[in-house]
């Protein structure tokens, strides 16, 4: 059954248009789509994202316990900067696309979007490593979109420009309209953005006070259809669409962060065998026609099955045009490969196209 989060009764005085999310309620839209849309690309939108495991890992060794299970090398990271990766099994496959914060080297806090994240955590500390799941105790709300900062300067304690507060990192001394918050800058619409952790006795009071700030700017609030939107024309990824626990990291566009080279860690031998024995990469894909009806669709090359369609829009950036995320033979994955796509009876023409088609260099996202 799905979870209600703190900001639900709020939401449910706006729609009555629900989906699950990772076993929580979440609003597939709220306004209107396109207007959602136009508000994150030009203003900014507010969105629940208490959904998404949080996980904080404390005690001696405790960044050297979390390198041993992510795919990236966390050993790297600062403090206050944060690292985004995989979480894979111990055969190589996906468990889970996730962050990890690092606080000191004895404190880290660990947001994915899988309660399997929080039992291999659990599983395998050693001695002297906590383990703690948060979920619930922490609610959590996005703000993207360019006027974002904007919006937040006016009621925040702290300095937010880009100086002070970089792509990528967390503050852990902000308060909005005198609430403190755990803020990172980050999110899934390649905007600027950022993300607000809560005490959830608080919650309602950071609601409204982002929603007093923000409507005047023209902020709207958003629903999971519009974010559908964002994250295929970004080239994100989501969990139960890219990958699943049979799908490799290399396959669902997670192969950069895997660092075979950092020592041991959960999956390494199978990572290795599967850098090269994987054959399916992710891509975009622009098609003559389709919208959202193309999801799923079985990809062609001259008559030979080479990949498929995860999930199709049809993209506002692109004039209505249908865009896709694809997973495709990696010797076809270059821009200007011209493929088909059977969509129900259907056989659409469409190419290759670069990726992510959204602001591929995140200039948005990390230079506002």
Not at 3 to 16: I, N, P
Not at 89 to 94: I, L, P, R, V
Not at 102 to 122: L, P, Q, V, W
Not at 159 to 188: C, H, K, Q, W
Request: net charge negative; glycine share 10%; aromatic share 8%.
């Amino acid at each position: 059954m799905s979870k209600e989060t703190a900001f639900y009764s709020q939401l449910t005085e706006l729609t009555d248009q629900w989906m699950d999310l990772f076993g929580y309620w979440a609003p597939t839209v709220v306004t209107d789509t396109q207007e959602e849309y136009r508000a994150v690309r030009e203003t900014a939108g507010l969105m629940d994202f208490t959904m998404l495991r949080k996980v904080d890992i404390e005690g001696e060794g405790a960044q050297e316990f979390v390198n041993t299970i992510v795919t990236r090398d966390v050993s790297k990271l600062t403090p206050g900067h944060i690292a985004y990766g995989a979480l894979a099994d111990e055969g190589g496959k996906m468990v889970d696309d996730c962050t990890s914060m690092m606080r000191s080297a004895d404190k880290i806090r660990f947001c994915g979007a899988n309660d399997r994240d929080f039992e291999i955590f659990t599983a395998k500390a050693p001695a002297g490593v906590n383990v703690r799941e948060f979920t619930d105790a922490m609610p959590h709300l996005c703000l993207q979109g360019p006027k974002s900062r904007e919006i937040l300067q006016t009621i925040a304690n702290q300095d937010l420009s880009n100086d002070a507060f970089p792509y990528y990192t967390f503050r852990e001394d902000v308060e909005i309209a005198g609430i403190p918050v755990f803020m990172t800058r980050l999110g899934y619409t390649a905007e600027l953005g950022y993300e607000l952790w809560v005490d959830r006795e608080r919650s309602a009071e950071l609601w409204n006070a982002l929603l007093a700030a923000g409507e005047p700017a023209g902020m709207k609030l958003i629903g999971m259809i519009a974010l559908d939107l964002f994250r295929i024309e970004g080239g994100f990824i989501i969990g139960g669409i890219e990958y699943d626990p049979t799908v490799s990291p290399y396959e669902c566009g997670l192969g950069w962060s895997v660092d075979l080279d950092k020592g041991e860690f959960q999956g390494r031998e199978a990572l290795r065998r599967d850098k090269d024995g994987t054959n399916l990469r992710l891509t975009s894909v622009v098609l003559e026609s389709g919208g959202d009806e193309a999801s799923g669709g079985v990809i062609g090359v001259d008559g030979e099955e080479v990949g498929i369609v995860t999930q199709a829009v049809s993209s506002p950036y692109l004039g209505g045009r249908t865009l896709g995320l694809a997973k495709i033979r990696k010797d076809l994955k270059e821009p200007g490969q011209n493929i088909t796509v059977q969509i129900g009876g259907d056989e659409v023409a469409g190419e290759v196209v670069e990726h992510p088609v959204y602001d591929k260099e995140r200039k948005r996202a990390k230079e506002s």
